[in-house]
T-cell receptor, first 113, second 120 residues
């Protein structure tokens, strides 16, 4: 199937770490992405990981990929109120090679001061 | 660098009416995507163009939706007639393009702000 699954809601306190999880179904996925969407705005690419990697770190963001379990996570260190948004996991599949993205339903991150 | 532009930002119509959305991609981007994002869901690809040709329109409801990119730059997406379930945000995205032989090549998509459509 085409499903990319995410938990719907996460609430953390400012300064804590946030971990957003995602599972995908297609083992041929080449790239996996994390996008951020703020109210009334389009999608902003946060980071991506190639399928032959198991970890990628970019400042406060850490992406972990478990290809065996088809599990992707995004960790945000020192979460700030400005991180409040909806986070989408997306996969790009090698078989299509068209750049088509399959998105999860999004995780709403609420950061409390 | 200017981003992906979309207009209008908001549109309210009654069911059975027609509506059109416009997208201007980033200059030089060969690939253009239209996504539909229903409230509470992730974006779903409707149609993808490479220059002025259609690459994938398998999820486009062709009985009522149409899209064109005549000169390989701007694109319009039309709904005629609209149904209540078409209420959504319509996102346009662009990327440099599919590289020949670039199986699994990284191909970042840049998204516009979207058009929020409400069908009453």
């Amino acid at each position: 199937g085409e499903d990319v699954e995410q938990s719907l809601f996460l609430s953390v306190r400012e300064g804590d770490s946030s971990v957003i999880n995602c599972t995908y179904t297609d083992s041929s996925s080449t790239y996996l992405y994390w996008y951020k969407q703020e109210p009334g705005a389009g999608l902003q690419l946060l980071t991506y990981i190639f399928s032959n990697m198991d970890m990628k770190q970019d400042q406060r963001l850490t992406v972990l990929l478990n290809k065996k379990d088809k599990h992707l996570s995004l960790r945000i260190a020192d979460t700030q109120t400005g991180d409040s948004a909806i986070y989408f996991c997306a996969e790009s599949r090698d078989s299509s090679n068209t750049g088509k993205l399959i998105f999860g339903q999004g995780t709403t991150l609420q950061v409390k001061p | 660098e200017a981003g992906v532009a979309q207009s209008p930002r908001y549109k309210i119509i009654e069911k059975r009416q027609s509506v059109a959305f416009w997208c201007n991609p980033i200059s030089g981007h060969a690939t253009l995507y239209w996504y539909q994002q229903i409230l509470g869901q992730g974006p779903k690809l409707l149609i993808q163009f490479q220059n002025n040709g259609v690459v994938d329109d398998s999820q486009l409801p062709k009985d009522r939706f149409s899209a064109e990119r005549l000169k390989g730059v701007d694109s319009t997406l039309k709904i005629q007639p609209a149904k209540l379930e078409d209420s959504a945000v319509y996102l346009c995205a662009s990327s440099l393009g599919i590289l020949a032989g670039g199986r699994g090549t990284y191909n970042e998509q840049f998204f516009g702000p979207g058009t929020r459509l409400t069908v009453l």
